[in-house]
């Protein structure tokens, strides 16, 4: 079956600065990426995806992009905000479900 | 909106235990899941469903079972709690291949 690896666990930066969440996954069959966002206390909640056609996506100061030959993908937040802290979970479909990866706790120092 | 609702939010049971947690959604989808979420390990697949009465094995399918009579409603049974099954469980449903999954709000359920 599918297997998503995302990488760092963790990760800090500074209020307006740029972060990145790298995510590999083993299935070349895989055609469709969410990343989801969860809060403390909160379910996970999609912010963006792509489908394996296209190699970047963009919805304001969040974007994602495909690299299908490596296997992986990538989420960026630009001009982080202290709302920004939270797990983020990257995800690769296997036909009816999605694989995930095992999160990324993202905390944005103000 | 896609409306994923858990019947229960916070559950305390005591070993032995047969527990039920419900879980309904409002946009007709075929796929309905349930995941369970501990620290450190993600959202890991117990059991999901793809049509009525149909039902396939997640990855941590031990210890649990899941019965779904009607397309809305999915259920998971822990046919004899026990303390390891602590967790926060996670019922989420969508629509055919590939596609986005929407997530209720979870069941946050002790066993002592």
């Known amino acids: 079956g599918e297997n998503v690896e995302q990488h760092p666990s963790t990760l800090s930066v500074q209020e307006g600065d740029s972060a990145v969440i790298k995510c590999t996954y083993s299935d070349s069959a895989s055609n469709y990426f969410p990343w989801y966002k969860q809060e403390l206390g909160k379910r996970p909640q999609l912010i963006i995806d792509i489908r394996s056609n296209v190699g970047e996506k963009k919805d304001q100061r969040i974007a994602v992009t495909l690299n299908k030959t490596a296997k992986h993908f990538s989420l960026h937040i630009t001009e982080t905000q202290p709302e920004d802290s939270a797990v983020y979970f990257c995800a690769a479909s296997e036909g009816n479900r999605l694989a995930f990866g095992k999160g990324n706790q993202v905390v944005v120092i103000p | 909106d896609v409306k994923v609702t858990q019947s229960s939010r916070y559950l305390v049971k005591r070993t032995g235990e047969k527990v039920f947690l419900e879980c309904v959604q409002d946009?007709?989808?075929?796929?309905m899941f349930w995941y369970r979420q501990d620290p450190g390990l993600g959202l890991r697949l117990i059991y999901f469903?793809?049509?009525?009465?149909?039902?396939e094995k997640g990855d941590i399918p031990e210890g649990y079972s899941v019965s779904r009579e009607k397309k809305e409603r999915f259920s998971l049974i822990l046919e004899s709690a026990s303390t390891n099954q602590t967790s926060m469980y996670l019922c989420?449903?969508?629509f055919g291949e590939g596609n986005t999954i929407y997530f209720g709000e979870g069941s946050w359920l002790t066993v002592v």
């Open positions: 989420a449903s969508s």
């Open positions: 946009m007709d989808h075929e796929n």
């Open positions: 469903s793809y049509d009525v009465k149909m039902k």
